[in-house]
């Protein structure tokens, strides 16, 4: 696979779209990075994986998936070396990490809007105090 097979794909999941970080091309859904291209010169694409899902997927395709090195790859970003993967191990693996985001999105809105319902607005806060 390419990085242009790499773009299509991401680009092909629902809402997806493309920005960049720090110069490199990077893929988002609701605004988060999933993936990005920033390791292109190494060969590899990056996914936004949690430890537990870089883990699964090392196990089975050690020769396609590695950690990003440092603290990154032990917060789950994993490398796929392009040149190795398939259709649809690339879509499977960028599929993941959207879903991951998706859910993670999700979840934070859902929080933000408890916060908000228990949280007394500024309005009614002047109001006890008039």
């Given at each position: 696979m390419t990085p242009a097979d790499f773009r299509r794909i991401a680009l092909s999941l629902d809402?997806?779209?493309?920005g960049s970080h720090m110069g490199?091309?990077?893929f988002r859904v609701g605004g988060r990075i999933f993936a990005t291209l920033a390791s292109i010169k190494q060969g590899y694409g990056n996914l936004a994986l949690d430890p537990e899902q870089q883990a699964e997927f090392v196990?089975?395709?050690p020769k396609i998936?590695?950690?990003i090195h440092g603290g990154w790859g032990r917060m789950g970003m994993t490398h796929i070396r392009l040149a190795e993967a398939d259709e649809e191990i690339l879509h499977g693996a960028l599929r993941t990490a959207w879903q991951l985001r998706?859910?993670?999105n999700a979840k934070t809105?859902?929080?933000t809007k408890t916060a908000a319902k228990r949280a007394p607005s500024k309005k009614s806060v002047a109001r006890r105090k008039a």
């Open positions: 809402g997806a779209e493309e490199a091309a990077d196990a089975d395709q998936f590695l950690p998706v859910d993670k809105r859902s929080k």
